[in-house]
């Protein structure tokens, strides 16, 4: 009996061991995400039914609360910029030469047609603070080790309440990301490639996202540069910025 | 009746605007009774209570408008009084399409509204929803097929769930149907997160409640109001045609009526000769040419009545009622009210003589000695 009792204690210490505590990989994880500033410039690619369309765009962001995009082609999208403050987010279309504030539920309505809300590209907190983690397995992607990560939200405003995350073990950057609904339902799936070493973090600059709910091949978004800590002007994250 | 044949033409020719009219006229009451009494029978009952921050042109406020019931408003709900609805957002995902839909929570022991509700009873271990057939068209959905909706509580949080298509309703009225899914009204609160918790209450014929708190009363007026500009435009558009007809008759008669005078010049100095005053002889005049209008309602109502009561009975199908957004029964039955005989006779008669006295005013101006003659004047 006391052998069985000192097997099972070493079993689980040994397990203890070389597992790493799920929260702890989420916090890596989310150091590696996030940054003081960042200036990005992307191409998202939308696949419709029929056809694709290619938007490209330079954006500023800072923390989760500022960010400032302004998008650069096709020519029909050219000099449209959104500012988001806060819980605000303002559009300024060139053509009507406006500015239309985009709020409550309207949020939850897709960019451009794409497989993202307005509140997808805003909801950019810690993982750590919605979530609390449970390290479930290992798997291989991408001929990437991964720990696989099942994230139950901690607070009532989240918008998916459960999350599979795969996580690099040796990078700490998540490499899909599963979204469920409370029923359990699978909503949305990301795929995160092309992982850079930009001034010490790791950062995937290519994702694609496909709400599985819909038919299509989803929304893929390329990061074709990315600098972190810069020094952004302040007046960028003004609504006078826009009209500029 | 000096005109002959002519007099004959006018009087058709007015019998025809007469019945045309009035045949217009009859199908837009008609319609306009029947779309306000499918609206009221699917959609807004006797008046709504609405949240004093809902907008039912408005979604996004649907997330932020819902009350709690009081226990005097569940009372009367029990009565069959009011009908709680609670209504949200949500996406439905039929066949891999996304589509935009409302949910909307009623309750299945409803009996104010015709919505077939009492489908949404018997759930066992299925979440049971009814859809408008215009609805079921666009998604292709048929009785018996599941329908898999993605929506958010009232944190936000999405949730997804597969319903099942219990029933499948025909109406008329694009409003009841149109992108909208119906579950039972405590399924959706609990999907929601809102226990006992509605957005809008409809209110039955006999609903005691006047005022209740934190609800503002919407009545017929208010929840028909775009219904019946339409009709208004409708009316407006019909009555230019109308004036175009009648205007068509009313040149006929007042031609007949400048050549009748113009012809029967020895006969206008005959009456003056006798003794009758300028007046009398226009007035004999007028008279005459108004008769037009007697017998024209005479001719209409020979071929009218027969032909309208046919209509009526059959009523007369457009066949894009379901494609249009619009309320549009598939048949529309024309209502030919007795105000709107009475005015179009008025009308008619009213028209007729003033353009038979138009031209006869010259007779007044007459000296009775050329006109015995004959003479040109």
Same mark, same amino acid.
């Given at each position: ?244 | ?143 018996? &097929? *599941? +329908?898999?909706?993605?929506? #958010? ?11 099942? /298509? $219990?029933? %499948? ?58 219904? &019946? *500009? +339409?009709?208004?435009?409708? #009316? ?11 205007? /068509? $008759?009313? %040149? ?126």
């Amino acid at each position: 009996m006391k052998l069985l009792i000192i097997l099972i204690t070493a079993t689980f210490s040994l397990f203890a061991f070389t597992s790493p505590d799920a929260m702890e990989i989420l916090d890596k994880v989310d150091r590696n995400m996030s940054s003081r500033n960042r200036i990005f410039e992307s191409e998202m690619i939308i696949h419709g039914r029929r056809t694709s369309r290619n938007i490209t765009s330079v954006t500023y962001s800072e923390g989760n609360k500022q960010s400032f995009t302004e998008y650069l082609s096709p020519a029909r999208e050219l000099g449209t910029k959104m500012l988001k403050l806060g819980n605000q987010l303002w559009i300024y279309s060139p053509s009507t030469d406006r500015i239309i504030q985009i709020s409550g539920h309207m949020l939850r309505q897709s960019v451009m047609g794409s497989d993202l809300s307005y509140e997808d590209m805003m909801d950019d907190r810690k993982l750590t603070e919605i979530y609390s983690a449970e390290l479930t397995d290992n798997e291989i992607i991408d001929n990437r080790n991964t720990y696989v990560l099942v994230l139950t939200t901690k607070v009532e405003d989240a918008t998916y309440f459960k999350q599979k995350i795969w996580v690099d073990t040796e990078r700490y950057v998540p490499l899909k990301q599963e979204m469920f609904a409370k029923s359990g339902q699978l909503l949305k799936r990301t795929s995160l490639s092309e992982v850079k070493l930009i001034q010490g973090k790791w950062f995937p600059t290519r994702i694609i996202y496909k709400d599985v709910l819909k038919d299509g091949e989803g929304t893929e978004f390329t990061m074709t540069s990315i600098k972190f800590d810069q020094n952004i002007p302040d007046y960028i994250f003004t609504k006078a910025a826009l009209k500029k | 009746m000096g005109a002959g044949l002519r007099t004959w033409l006018n009087v058709a020719v007015l019998s025809f605007a007469f019945v045309v009219i009035i045949f217009y006229n009859g199908m837009l009451d008609g319609w306009n009774r029947q779309g306000r009494n499918d609206t009221i029978a699917w959609v807004t009952g006797a008046g709504q209570f609405w949240h004093p921050g809902f907008d039912r042109f408005d979604p996004y406020t649907f997330q932020d408008s819902h009350n709690l019931l009081s226990p005097e408003i569940v009372s009367e709900v029990e009565k069959k009084n009011l009908s709680p609805v609670l209504v949200s957002q949500a996406t439905a995902f039929p066949q891999g399409r996304s589509l935009g839909v409302i949910l909307k929570g009623i309750d299945p022991e409803q009996t104010i509204l015709s919505l077939p509700s009492s489908a949404l009873k018997d759930e066992i271990n299925q979440d049971n929803a009814i859809v408008g057939k215009r609805f079921a068209e666009s998604a292709n959905l048929k009785k018996g &097929d *599941k +329908l898999l909706i993605r929506w #958010r509580d009232k944190n936000g949080t999405f949730d997804a769930r597969e319903v099942n /298509i $219990a029933e %499948i309703f025909n109406c008329d009225v694009p409003e009841a149907d149109n992108g909208q899914v119906y579950l039972s009204i405590n399924n959706l609160q609990k999907m929601m997160g809102m226990q006992n918790e509605a957005s809008y209450l409809v209110a039955g014929e006999n609903n005691p409640v006047k005022n209740p708190d934190n609800w503002i009363f919407r009545d017929l007026s208010f929840l028909l109001a775009d219904f &019946d *500009k +339409l009709i208004l435009s409708k #009316r407006v558009g019909a009555s230019i045609m109308q004036v175009f007809l009648l205007l /068509i $008759a009313l %040149i006929a008669i007042f031609d007949t009526q400048v050549l009748s005078i113009f012809r029967r010049q020895k006969e206008i100095g005959t009456y003056i000769a006798l003794g009758m005053t300028r007046i009398q002889v226009v007035g004999i005049f007028t008279v005459e040419g108004g008769t037009h209008s007697i017998l024209a309602t005479l001719l209409g109502a020979l071929y009218g009545i027969p032909l309208l009561l046919l209509i009526n009975k059959t009523g007369i199908s457009f066949g894009i009622g379901q494609n249009m957004n619009i309320t549009l029964a598939d048949t529309i039955y024309p209502y030919y009210s007795l105000k709107l005989i009475i005015s179009t006779i008025l009308l008619v008669i009213l028209s007729a003589t003033i353009v038979s006295y138009l031209p006869s005013r010259k007779i007044a101006k007459m000296k009775p000695t050329d006109a015995l003659k004959g003479k040109l004047q």
